[in-house]
């Protein structure tokens, strides 16, 4: 069966460190992978997305990145920690194929940025 | 982008009641799932249901594609479903979600 990690599980970083989270999943081939925030408990924002190694697609002008250096890892970072930048960072995966079908969701880190 | 409404926003429940969640979208999607999110911040994926009728145990969801919105019935409500049920919506040709602002249930016993 396939399983999402994520980690850490909780951050507490000071404004302007530089911060990596990583997501990898096991179990299956070629996913589609995705990063969103969530903030205050509620709505989730679609941070990234990528089809393959190295394709990563930004839905949000912001202060973060992302990279996909191997198939099953999804890597968030940022060179910079701003304030705003606290929040709930959930990784997700999709099954590649023609067109969307389920997605499943890492347990997340909670990031918060003092 | 496709837009999309949840209601209620809160809801509260006695412990075995039913309750009914909407989900309006302003769109023709050709994906379309319900998730909950327990108080730990988990997301469970609970139906993909682009059209058409879905049961598993105490939740069925209904998805009228031609209306454009979706029900997930939660039937003998216990206080384990507490938390905050999302609903996400993607396009033709899309591989991304656009979610709800959720609507958050709290089942006291």
């Known amino acids: 069966s396939q399983t999402i990690h994520q980690w850490p599980a909780t951050l507490v970083q000071p404004v302007g460190s530089p911060l990596s989270l990583e997501c990898t999943v096991e179990?299956?081939?070629?996913?589609?992978l995705y990063w969103y925030r969530q903030a205050a408990g509620r709505g989730l924002q679609l941070l990234f997305y990528s089809v393959g190694i190295g394709q990563i697609s930004s839905e949000v002008p912001q202060n973060l990145s992302a990279s996909r250096p191997q198939d099953r890892q999804f890597i968030l970072s940022s060179k910079k920690l701003l304030l705003s930048d606290s929040g709930f960072y959930l990784c997700?995966?999709?099954?590649?194929?023609?067109?969307?079908?389920?997605?499943?969701f890492g347990p997340g880190t909670r990031l918060t940025v003092t | 982008g496709i837009q999309v409404e949840q209601s209620p926003p809160d809801l509260i429940l006695q412990e075995g009641a039913n309750s009914t969640l909407r989900c309006n979208f302003s769109?023709?999607?050709?994906?379309l799932q319900w998730f909950h999110q327990n108080p730990w911040g988990q997301l469970i994926n609970l139906f993909y249901i682009p059209s058409g009728t879905k049961q598993n145990g105490r939740l069925s969801a209904t998805t009228v594609a031609t209306e454009r919105y979706s029900l997930l019935y939660i039937s003998s409500s216990q206080t384990t479903d507490s938390g905050v049920y999302f609903c996400?919506?993607?396009?033709?040709?899309?591989?991304?979600?656009?979610f709800g602002k959720g609507t958050k249930l709290s089942v006291i016993p």
């Open positions: 996400a919506v993607s396009g033709a040709g899309s591989y991304q979600l656009t």
């Open positions: 179990g299956t081939s070629n996913p589609n």
């Open positions: 997700a995966w999709g099954p590649r194929a023609s067109v969307m079908v389920k997605q499943y």
């Open positions: 769109d023709s999607v050709n994906n």
